[in-house]
T-cell receptor, first 116, second 114 residues
Framework: AQSVTQLGSHVSVSEGALVLLRCNYSSSVPPYLFWYVQYPNQGLQLLLK??????LVKGINGFEAEFKKSETSFHLTKPSAHMSDAAEYFCAVSDRLPGGGNKLTFGTGTQLKVEL | GAGVSQSPRYKVTKRGQDVALRCDPI?????LYWYRQALGQGPEFLTYFNYEAQQDKSGLPNDRFSAERPEGSISTLTIQRTEQRDSAMYRC????????????FGEGSRLTVL
């Protein structure tokens, strides 16, 4: 079964500093990988996805992630943190399901705090 | 509708009662998913439908949990004889069907069993 591991349940950065949220995956086949963001009292929103095209993926709100097969990693970065980035971030890997659906297996999440 | 809609947003019930959680997916989306998210954890897969057919229910924890999507649109997740350990956020998601796996999530239904 495919899985993802997120290192660090809580990350704190200063406003304007680099954001780095770590995700490592385990997959027996080339994976589809995702980062979702969850703001308080809201649903999960897709930030970006890797689907075996370009290894550097750009998403919304200035976030990007790089797929590194050799390191089985898909870390999320943003050059300059903003207060509005404070949220919980989830990495996920996709499994194909019978009937053509996609089961997402999520990591345990990383809570990002942005300080002045 | 514009997004995935779930109701109720909050449900408090007593142990032993049955609860039904509703999900209205994005119009035209073929696939519908139910996930459960415990505090401090990521969402965990429960079950999934293509149109009205339940394709996979391997994530349902036991036979007290069931789901249906009779007309291929709105879905209901039912938990019978609720227990305190059922307390969690229940999330519904939909997707257009075959593709790269992006799911569109609703805001969730938070269930508290006393």
């Amino acid at each position: 079964a495919q899985s993802v591991t997120q290192l660090g349940s809580h990350v704190s950065v200063s406003e304007g500093a680099l954001v780095l949220l770590r995700c490592n995956y385990s997959s027996s086949v080339p994976p589809y990988l995702f980062w979702y963001v969850q703001y308080p009292n809201q649903g999960l929103q897709l930030l970006l996805k890797y689907t075996s095209a370009a290894t550097l993926v750009k998403g919304i709100n200035g976030f990007e992630a790089e797929f590194k097969k050799s390191e089985t990693s898909f870390h999320l970065t943003k050059p300059s943190a903003h207060m509005s980035d404070a949220a919980e971030y989830f990495c996920a890997v996709s499994d194909r399901l019978p009937g053509g659906g996609n089961k997402l297996t999520f990591g345990t999440g990383t809570q990002l705090k942005v300080e002045l | 509708g514009a997004g995935v809609s779930q109701s109720p947003r909050y449900k408090v019930t007593k142990r032993g009662q049955d609860v039904a959680l509703r999900c209205d997916p994005i119009s035209g989306h073929v696939s519908l998913y139910w996930y459960r998210q415990a505090l401090g954890q990521g969402p965990e897969f429960l079950t999934y439908f293509n149109y009205e057919a339940q394709q996979d229910k391997s994530g349902l924890p036991n036979d007290r949990f069931s789901a249906e999507r009779p007309e291929g649109s709105i879905s209901t997740l039912t938990i019978q004889r609720t227990e305190q350990r059922d307390s969690a956020m229940y999330r519904c998601a939909s997707s257009p069907g075959r593709g790269t796996g992006e799911l569109f999530f609703g805001e969730g239904s938070r269930l508290t069993v006393l």
